[in-house]
């Protein structure tokens, strides 16, 4: 099965602060996402990319900037954090291809303070 | 607004019933859907996928599919305590790749 590894798993922070989230894939996959999960919501898409370099805006994207440094690694960069953006995020990855099933990493519980 | 929107929100059944969950689409541009299975405190995980008209069958679970309505469906027979869970249903865009979930249907299995 396809290993994602997010990390950190859990971040605090405070009102104001920078906050980066890493994500690293280890299966050639060309795609990879970042979505945000919050109670009573499914997950919602706030960047993604489909290689080294590329950036697709998603559904949520004020208050995040993204970055695809290498095929493997997807970061996602929340500068001046609120506590709006308290939440469950998750970085996700995909084969190209019509049935491109996503894998999941473990998640990341950010609290901003 | 909510591209993807599922129904019910919430369902309890009974050990050995059947659960039928629904999705539908709301934006005309997709053409794969997913269903994915979220235990609590953990990842989503995908549990089937559909991209042609008509029904897919593994084990317990079946999944429907109505392109021209944009309408999915999964149907859990003989639950188990273990299908609590959230169930999500995803969508792709055909033409940006982007991947777009409902809000899911939080699902209770009584013993």
């Known amino acids: 099965e396809a290993a994602v590894t997010q990390s950190p798993r859990n971040k605090v922070t405070v009102t104001g602060g920078n906050v980066t989230l890493s994500c690293r894939q280890t299966?050639?996959?060309?795609?990879m996402y970042w979505y945000r999960q919050d109670t009573g919501h499914g997950l919602r898409l706030i960047h993604y990319?489909?290689?080294?370099?590329?950036?697709q805006i998603g559904d949520v994207p004020d208050g995040y900037k993204a970055t695809r440094t290498t095929q493997e690694d997807f970061f996602l960069l929340l500068e001046l954090a609120s506590p709006s953006q308290t939440s469950l995020y998750f970085c996700?990855?995909?084969?190209?291809?019509?049935?491109?099933?996503?894998?999941f990493g473990a998640g990341t519980r950010l609290s901003v303070l | 607004q909510q591209k993807v929107q599922q129904s019910p929100e919430s369902l309890i059944v009974p050990e050995g019933g059947m659960a039928s969950l629904n999705c539908t689409s709301s934006?005309?541009?997709?053409?794969y859907f997913w269903w994915y299975r979220q235990h609590s405190g953990k990842s989503p995980k995908m549990l089937m996928?559909?991209?042609?008209?008509g029904e897919k069958e593994e084990g317990r679970f079946t999944v429907h599919l109505n392109k021209a309505s944009l309408h999915t469906s999964l149907h859990i027979r003989d639950s188990q305590p273990s299908d609590s869970a959230l169930y999500l249903c995803?969508?792709?865009?055909?033409?940006?790749?982007?991947?777009?979930f409902g809000d899911g249907t939080q699902l209770v299995v009584k013993p």
């Open positions: 996700a990855s995909s084969r190209t291809g019509s049935q491109n099933t996503l894998y």
């Open positions: 299966n050639s996959h060309n795609y």
């Open positions: 990319s489909y290689g080294a370099g590329n950036l």
């Open positions: 934006d005309r541009n997709v053409d």
């Open positions: 996928s559909i991209f042609s008209n």
């Open positions: 995803a969508a792709r865009g055909n033409s940006n790749n982007r991947i777009f």
